[in-house]
């Protein structure tokens, strides 16, 4: 299992990225993926994940309504899209295969939200 995040980004309050994660070593298509956090000196923090078929989705309560977990099954590839930045969305983001944060992770990316 391979998994290399990008995207992060120094951006301001209320600001828009788009995480994105390359993977390989696996069947991407048929496993489903997950996005995790970790915040300075805080423990590792569940985000989003979407099933085999991407049929269904599920977000942290911070999440809901301004992040959006998707991806790309041609090219093996899973984003993140973060609108709505907020300062307590600073850390590092990693991908993750399987559902939850329990599986196996990139090495991260890191979001700094910062005025």
């Known amino acids: 299992v391979q998994l290399v995040e990008s995207g992060g980004d120094l951006v301001q309050p209320g600001g828009s990225l788009r995480l994105s994660c390359a993977a390989s070593?696996?069947?991407?298509?048929?496993?489903?993926m997950s996005w995790v956090r970790q915040a300075p000196g805080k423990r590792l923090e569940w985000v989003a994940s979407?099933?085999?078929?991407?049929?269904?989705?599920h977000y942290a309560t911070f999440a809901k309504g301004r992040f959006t977990i998707s991806r790309d099954k041609d090219n093996d590839i899973l984003y993140l899209q973060m609108n709505d930045l907020k300062p307590d969305d600073t850390a590092i983001y990693y991908c993750?295969?399987?559902w939850g944060i329990g599986g196996s992770r990139g090495q991260g990316t890191q979001v700094t939200v910062s005025s």
């Open positions: 979407t099933s085999v078929r991407d049929t269904n989705t």
């Open positions: 070593g696996f069947s991407f298509r048929l496993t489903a």
């Open positions: 993750a295969e399987g």
